[in-house]
């Protein structure tokens, strides 16, 4: 079997000023003294914060990302921010595709593969997102829109050192709601079926797959346990330090999921 380093990522979304930084600065100092932790820790805090984040953690383990890019490397695009900015401000990986995204501002698999191209273009890591709707879970079609948007969003030639997929339903997007392991389980199974029929064997069976949607710290250990699942996203519970390094410790002395 394929063993998978895991990856516990937090999103910020647009929560984050400066004195949020103060979170940043107390989880680096209590994975400083976790040399044993068995997962990679990525933090994604608004493009604001970027700068001075790098700053911040110098000389942690805790990588930075950022939530989004624009597809092109420069131009006339107000307002956007291209992957190449996003890694000379010290970011090594990009989300793209957030369901919040693709809701807010109607971005679809052509555009977040147009993104995750960009990232890679520039060097960063894309960290696909995709999952279902409530309706779509209801109606039965949840393993439907994951391979719809899979086979959509990303790209040909996508690497397992280059990309890592999120799995986040979106009614479990901020609710405390959470969907049952075995269903954890049977989505993130699928996603590594589909990922070998898109990709090369090496790269579909090495690939990271997150599941994201409330994950707490109470829950963190069972659905980080579920096979499959290769580490997660987090929202809410990355704004505290004490929260998402609860969450980092389900992995705690291991090395692989
Ligand atoms: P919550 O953890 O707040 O539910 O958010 C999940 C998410 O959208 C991470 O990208």
Known sequence: MTTIRPLVAGNWK?????????????????LASEPALGADVLVCPPATLLA???????????????????PLPSGAHTGDISAEML????????????????TDHGETD????????????????????????????????????????????VPEGARATDTVIAYEPVWAIGTGLTPTPEDVAEVH?????????????????????????????????????????NGALVGGASLKADDFYAIVSAYRGENAA
């Open 110 to 153: 052509a555009l977040v593969r147009a993104k995750a191209e960009a990232a890679h273009r520039a060097g960063l890591t894309a960290i696909i997102c995709v999952g279902e709707t409530e309706k779509e879970r209801r109606d039965g079609e949840t393993l439907e829109i994951v391979k719809r948007q899979l086979r959509g969003s």
């Open 87 to 102: 890694a000379d401000a010290g970011a090594s990986s990009v989300i793209v595709g957030h369901s919040e995204r693709r």
């Open 189 to 229: 199974g699928f996603i590594r079926a589909e990922l070998g029929q898109l990709l090369a064997p090496r790269e579909a069976d090495r690939m990271r797959i997150l599941y994201g949607g409330s994950v707490k710290p109470a829950n963190a250990k069972e659905l980080l346990s579920v096979k499959d699942v």
């Open 52 to 70: 001075q984040a790098r700053w911040a953690l110098r000389g942690s383990m805790i990588a930075l990302g950022a939530q989004d890019c624009h």
């Open 14 to 30: 647009i929560n984050g000023l400066t004195a949020q930084l103060a979170e940043l600065q107390a989880l680096k100092d209590r």
